[in-house]
């Protein structure tokens, strides 16, 4: 006697295939979407990074270069390979620059950084994540009374991290502006007078990522030794 149609176990047997692919596929989609979102952020940084140093490289260029780098207000030199929050900038035709990296923070001076528990399914506590709010600002600090902001940007960083087996698995996404390394190059002068030197200027402005860390560069002479 001929059968027409499936038995139980075909059909069953069927769903479970299916199941099994549709369970691959969701892991394949959600990965693909991780690795999506860290090339829009990586996309995002270096467009960010590229308009930072133009903005601040043009006003610099604009005003004569570089002709003293601080990190205080009194005028103390900075070290070399130290990592300072903010740095004062003389430019060439005199004007004063500060460019600073600042916490984000409300009207009552709190930090807005935001931190929310990650629970489980019987509302236990497995871990926590991070939302990390800060900025790179540049101000024009010539008039100190009456400084101007030339420029703002303010990065967000999420840190998520989760008890599995004894074992905090971390996940880092975003950026963070993480301070200022000074670098300064001295030359003897090939063309202009002896009493002279050539000096390049080095600010680097330090990410949490060092792969996407920013540099200015400003040339500018002085007497010799300083």
Do not use: W
Not at 71 to 94: D, P, R
Request: charged share 25%; with cysteine.
């Amino acid at each position: 006697m001929k059968k027409n149609g499936f038995t139980l176990i075909e059909i069953i047997v069927s769903i479970a295939l299916v199941s099994v692919v549709l369970i691959s596929m969701m892991g394949t989609l959600i990965k693909l979407k991780e690795v999506y979102s860290l090339v829009d952020e990586d996309t995002d940084i270096l467009i960010y990074g590229a308009s930072i140093t133009r903005i601040i490289s043009n006003d610099i260029i604009k005003n004569g270069d570089i002709k003293k780098i601080s990190c205080s207000e009194s005028g103390e030199a900075c070290s070399e390979y130290s990592v300072y929050e903010k740095i004062y900038l003389t430019l060439g035709n005199g004007k004063k620059r500060l460019i600073e990296i600042i916490p984000t923070i409300d009207d009552n001076d709190n930090n807005l950084n935001i931190v929310t528990n990650i629970t489980a399914e019987d509302n236990t506590i497995i871990g926590h994540k991070t939302v990390i709010k800060n900025s790179l600002r540049y101000t024009d600090t010539t008039d100190a009374v009456n400084t101007k902001l030339l420029y703002i940007k303010t990065l967000d960083l999420t840190k998520t991290e989760v008890e599995e087996s004894s074992t905090i698995n971390e996940t880092v996404y975003g950026y963070n502006f993480k301070g200022f390394e000074v670098i300064k190059y001295v030359y003897p002068s090939a063309v202009r007078p002896t009493s002279e030197e050539d000096v390049i200027n080095i600010v680097n402005i330090k990410m949490s990522d060092q792969s996407f860390d920013l540099t200015l560069y400003s040339s500018a002479t002085q007497p010799i030794g300083g």
